[in-house]
């Protein structure tokens, strides 16, 4: 944006609030244009910290996890992506989604998309993934404090992948992270090892559950809504009660976003 551009704003900021104009990309690449922040003093320390949402479109990520039968899999995969991009909105941090990432495995597509985000002038990037619904803004923000005075920051998850991966630009740069054992239960021991060969420090989350099967969703869900831990055994059986329990863990997610409810289940 030029030199001298007006803003004109119809609602008063709070005291010592700071405005930035942070550049963004439509992931056709295609158009550019820019994205007004307003800053509170809370938030200010974050100003170089940006959360990659480590995600492909909705469709894509569901074909790859069975967390659902049929169409209901896309429809909890999207309630899940939107959960985390509301979470991150909330924590005031500039979110980088490009759901259109670039042909290879996990791992090149993961050193591929980190770099890119580097590139629009963050000195500190987040990675998450959309397969951790308890992900708070509290986390989001706590992870980005970590990281002002650590070069890498981890959050491990209960099978023993990564929910969360934090990187300077620094250390990021140190080595390649690409031939890690992605995607599987050694994840975060390996992920230690390469930090401590490479020298550097590292703080950790603490641990939460991912999901990737319909299983872990049935847990996720039987953990938020204690009363439906009667249903348990019956949902193995039944299939309208497993549709109730996917039904209500959408409406679950979707108050976490401030939106009326998740998309038809018909």
Known sequence: MPDGVPIFLNTPLPERTIIVIHPTKKHDEIALFGEILLVSPVQQDFLHTAVLLFSRTARQEAAAKPLAKGRQ?????????????AQVKRSG????HTPRQVEGDFGFRFQYAVQQAFEQGFENILVVGNDCPSLSVADLRHAAALLQDSPIVVGPARDGGAYLIGFSRAAFEATSWQELPWCTGELFVSLQQKIKGVGLQCQVLPVK??????????????QKLPSLAVLKNLTQRIPDIICFVQATFLCWLAAQ??????PSLR
């Open 73 to 85: 899999n896309v429809q909890v995969t999207t309630a899940l992506i939107r959960n985390v991009r």
């Open 93 to 96: 941090m500039p979110l980088i």
């Open 209 to 222: 559950a991912d999901l990737d099967t319909h299983n872990d969703l049935q847990k996720v869900l039987l």
């Open 257 to 262: 976003q401030g939106f009326r409810g998740p």
